[in-house]
């Protein structure tokens, strides 16, 4: 089994990350150009911070009366001609689509790029059922011809330089292609603008839908969003309950920071706006839009510790500016959703014990809390799901039995003074020019990646003692 393999360990997968030069290469790349957008957008935007106060609690005032914001939602919905199903698991919203998919008929499905599709796995249920899915966001394009998985939360091939696209195309497509941006987007474009009018149905997912209007939101750059929901005689959106708002001068609000936050634009190319399936008279539009709202463990919560993290809207923001993330991409942490916010959001939707390696997968350094749109205090949380693991004894014994012993030590200052006059004598064999490059045992994980201060021969209190002498 290889480094990079889901089935290793997270330490496993991150080396192998660290030693791969492409990966390295595009990473620090994108990261850089997309933190440099994000800034120069909120720059030039003074009232961008007004905005995110106010998009935050727009989600919180949302949380606090989900139930009649869904209801609301559902109702205007299907008075607009469309079908919507409550699905409590993703297994169900995977149920759901392919039960449609089987009454009507349906042999190929184009989708647009969608998050919630990923952590349903629809795609290998699809095939499965003998539905050939079609994926038309370019970066979602790319990783499906590579049989891979989405490694950031809007660019999902930003692990790839243009040089392995380019042989990624010429291998799948036939051809010989160059490594130029726009010669590839040209290709996916040829090769997918006759899929759009042979699918019997379109999958998106959701940014927002609107309660008071019954209004489904895309938020797309490619415009392949709006063939898959105009074209297709089906379509199905898929979305997380917590991704409604209550009307659509909140939408204008969450408008204005999505784009800035994610690509640094002042707004995406596409917004598009789906109220039902087409109604009689218009000339373009579905013959049947179905809406599934998945909870997938969402609801669970709304008055649990992760309660902050339903107010996400996706935009990667947090895995751009994340040390962890730009250094090991999104692969090394082996679940659909990478990053700061994608170990919260994986501890919500499968448990705790699924990020107990995960949790400590951060510096708690508090960029992502500053470039996230709503303010989500993601160090805050990522430090209560490490106690959480300690408390429920999910995390390795060592693990624990290492940071109890700190803990007590720390509270006792007879045994902190106790325990450092040990650790001086101790660190003596090891001690080089007051580092610790090199350590016995367990220890020894500290020192293989990183070198530590030695203790220093008097702490701070022994010093001020002697200051404070005459």
């Not at 949302?62 to 001609?81: K, S």
Request: proline share 5%; glycine share 8%; charged share 25%.
């Amino acid at each position: 089994m290889s480094e990079t393999s889901l089935g290793a360990p997270f330490a496993a997968r991150a080396r192998g990350a660290l030693k791969d030069a492409y990966l390295q290469e595009a990473l620090g790349i994108a990261t850089t150009k997309f933190i440099g957008l994000r800034r120069e957008s909120f720059e030039d935007f003074p009232q961008g911070d007004a905005l995110r106060d106010r998009a935050r609690a727009i989600k919180e005032a949302t949380l606090q009366q989900l139930d009649h914001h869904l209801e609301r939602l559902a109702d205007n919905i299907e008075r607009l001609g469309g079908r919507v199903h409550w699905a409590a698991t993703g297994d169900e919203a995977r149920d759901i689509i392919l039960r449609l998919c089987r009454d009507k008929g349906v042999r190929m499905a184009v989708k647009s790029k969608s998050m919630a599709t990923e952590e349903i796995e629809l795609n290998e249920a699809l095939e499965h059922a003998g539905v050939k899915p079609v994926e038309t966001d370019l970066g979602e394009y790319i990783i499906q011809l590579a049989h891979e998985k989405p490694s950031h939360i809007i660019a999902p091939a930003i692990h790839k330089t243009k040089g392995q696209v380019a042989d990624l195309f010429s291998k799948e497509l036939g051809g010989r292609f160059e490594a130029d941006p726009e010669v590839l987007t040209k290709v996916a474009r040829a090769e997918l603008r006759q899929k759009f009018l042979e699918a019997d149905m379109g999958i998106t997912g959701a940014n927002f839908a609107v309660a008071e209007t019954g209004t489904v939101v895309l938020v797309t750059n490619e415009g392949n969003g709006r063939m898959v929901t105009s074209l297709p005689r089906i379509h199905v959106a898929v979305m997380g309950m917590e991704k409604v708002i209550p009307s659509m001068t909140d939408l204008m609000v969450f408008l204005a920071i999505l784009a800035r936050s994610a690509t640094g634009q002042k707004l995406s190319s596409y917004t598009t706006l789906v109220r039902g399936p087409r109604q009689p008279g218009e000339m373009e539009g579905p013959e049947e839009f179905h809406l599934i709202l998945m909870d997938n463990g969402r609801t669970r919560q709304i008055a649990g510790t992760l309660r902050e993290a339903l107010y996400c809207l996706r935009c990667g923001a947090c895995l751009n500016v994340c040390p962890v993330y730009r250094q090991i991409g999104g692969h090394a942490y082996g679940h659909t959703y990478p990053g700061p916010i994608g170990i919260l959001l994986t501890a919500m939707l499968k448990g705790a014990p699924s990020v107990k390696e995960l949790a400590h997968a951060s510096s708690l350094c508090g960029a992502c809390k500053d470039v996230c749109p709503v303010r989500i205090d993601i160090p805050r949380m990522l430090v209560e799901l490490r106690e959480h693991l300690d408390t429920e004894k999910i995390a390795p014994w060592t693990e624990r039995l290492l940071f109890g012993m700190a803990r007590r030590m720390m509270m006792r200052p007879s045994w902190f003074r106790r325990g450092a006059s040990v650790a001086r004598l101790a660190q003596k064999p090891f001690a080089r020019d007051g580092r610790l490059r090199a350590l016995p045992l367990f220890f020894g994980k500290w020192t293989a990646t990183r070198d530590l201060p030695a203790v220093a021969e008097k702490t701070f209190s022994e010093r001020w003692q002697e200051l404070r002498r005459p």
